[in-house]
């Protein structure tokens, strides 16, 4: 079924947690002024999804409509439909919608959940489609978490126990889990959370390997959410200081897991080291291939924003301003179009549609670099004031706001206000955590380079040039 953005707002009022924020332990979370954007971001996913048929499919397992973000692609068109919806969450809110990981988690648990009941006889896959039903039906906002803190590098989990999330206990109704996921974006506002793996595990590290799900009647759960200069802005208030105020930066926590005990009918891999492998390496394609559509997603907001700054400065007639305009838009469409080629050149696995892993791959990797291409050409188009300009206090200070109106006004089809306004969106873009949140967002540049020397096949580029120089080695 479907609900509003103020249903799911509600209920969310309703759940008791553990959060924290510059050190200090939140009552009132859903009104606090760096939780509140998010929630709104996430409110928005659900209004969106009602206003488009193709933003919310039927689903055979409820027999009703659910929203694009708890459902199970079947094939290309899905996973297309996925790309687009995550898109234009991107450009209307100009931030993280946070549902994605856990619409990658859904996708990547249900076929290896599938494989493993068919491998081992067990009843892992049934308990899944029993918990994604309850998910549909209630329509929750599902995130996943996969980063431990890892401690030491250079050692392996077993001698890093602690830094990893693993078993504590096994018990008839569940299991115990201890440990911390890190730069998790919006666990401390979903309904659900899945909890994943961090990496591929060895034999004798099987208590890494699991699956399962953290859903608000947990105790011991607690969330530690990130403290940077734009938290503390929206902190200080205003109206538009903050830039992005109604939906805000990319909010990220990290997630303490304290002696957590999970019913065993919310755990979807326990110990198995192939299962945990395929939930992993699906997970991290089909985040690869989303968050390319969500940078064309930011892109689109950031050439909205380029091109208002072109007219309340006006310069919009500019040739060599407009042309940076029309490069970004060429480094959007192709990081979109990206994304677009490897769901097309996706595969079916165990019933599911996954991503093709190469372009997927190649999608991160020209996303990173066309994110930073993208974010200097509106530096150069705004100039400094993004990180000079007066605040919009001071634009309503008796003293000086007079002044502060006077000099800040450029384009007469354009207020002071909506100037500053504009000002204020472009420094959120230029200074929030997108651009590291980019970068490392379903892993580093540097994996998906790995993923990808891995499954090119050089050999027939090697044997193409052969034969058309006529080598015969």
């Known amino acids: 079924m479907l609900i509003s953005g103020n249903d799911y707002v509600e209920r969310l009022s309703g759940y008791k947690r553990e959060i924290f924020v510059k050190g200090d332990k939140i009552q009132n979370f859903v009104e606090h002024p760096n939780i509140r954007p998010a929630i709104n971001a996430i409110a928005f996913t659900y209004d969106l999804a009602s206003k488009k048929d193709e933003y919310s499919p039927h689903s055979d397992l409820i027999g009703e409509k659910v929203n694009r973000l708890n459902y199970v692609n079947a094939n290309a068109g899905d996973l297309i439909a996925r790309l687009d919806f995550q898109r234009e969450l991107s450009m209307r809110t100009g931030t ?5 990981p856990g619409a990658d988690a859904i996708c990547s648990i249900y076929p290896a959940t599938k494989e493993l009941d068919e491998r081992l006889g067990t ?3 049934k308990k899944f489609l029993s918990f994604l039903k309850e998910i549909q039906s209630k329509d929750y906002a599902c995130t996943g978490a996969l980063t431990d803190t890892k401690g030491d590098r250079s ?3 077993r001698e890093e126990r602690d830094m990893y999330v693993h078993v504590v206990e096994r018990r008839n109704e569940g299991i115990v889990v201890s440990g911390a996921k890190i730069h998790q974006s919006g666990a401390f506002a979903a309904d659900v959370n899945f909890v994943l793996p961090t990496q591929a595990f060895k034999e004798g590290e099987e208590e890494f390997a699991i699956a399962f799900a953290v859903t608000p009647e947990d105790e011991g759960v607690k969330y530690i959410l990130q403290n940077t200069g734009y938290q503390a802005k929206l902190r200080e208030g205003g109206s538009f200081e903050a830039g992005n105020r109604k939906y ?3 909010l990220t926590c990290t997630v ?9 009918e919310r755990v979807f891999v326990f110990e198995d080291l192939k299962a945990e492998q395929g939930v992993l390496t699906n997970f991290a394609i089909s985040h690869r291939c989303a968050g390319a559509a969500c940078k064309a997603g930011f892109i689109d907001s950031m050439i909205g924003a380029a091109s208002l700054m072109l007219k309340a400065n006006g ?3 500019v040739p060599a301003l407009r042309q940076k305009i029309g490069e970004m838009v060429g480094i959007c469409e192709a990081t979109y179009g990206i994304a677009v080629g490897a769901a097309t050149k996706g595969f079916n696995d165990y019933g599911s549609w996954q991503s093709n892993r190469l372009i997927a791959n190649a999608g991160k990797i020209i996303g990173v670099e066309g994110f930073n291409k993208v ?6 188009i705004a100039g400094g004031i993004p990180v000079t300009a007066p605040s919009e206090f001071d634009l309503r200070n008796p003293e000086i706001g007079a002044l502060v109106e006077k000099y800040l006004k450029a384009s007469p089809n354009f207020t002071t206000e909506q100037r500053l306004k504009i000002i204020k969106f472009i420094e959120f873009w230029a200074t929030s955590s997108h651009l590291l949140g980019g970068i490392h967002g379903g892993g580093s540049p540097a994996a998906a380079i790995i993923f ?3 499954l090119a096949d050089i050999n027939s580029k090697e044997e193409a040039v052969k034969e058309a120089l006529d080598i015969d080695k």
């Open 96 to 100: 993280c919608h946070y549902r994605c």
């Open 375 to 380: 974010l200097m050409n509106l530096a150069e």
């Open 452 to 454: 990808l020397q891995m």
């Open 256 to 264: 303490l897991f304290d002696d957590v005990c999970i019913p065993w």
């Open 155 to 157: 050692k392996r989990p």
């Open 248 to 250: 805000g930066d990319r």
């Open 315 to 317: 310069l919009e007639k």
């Open 123 to 125: 009843d892992y896959h």
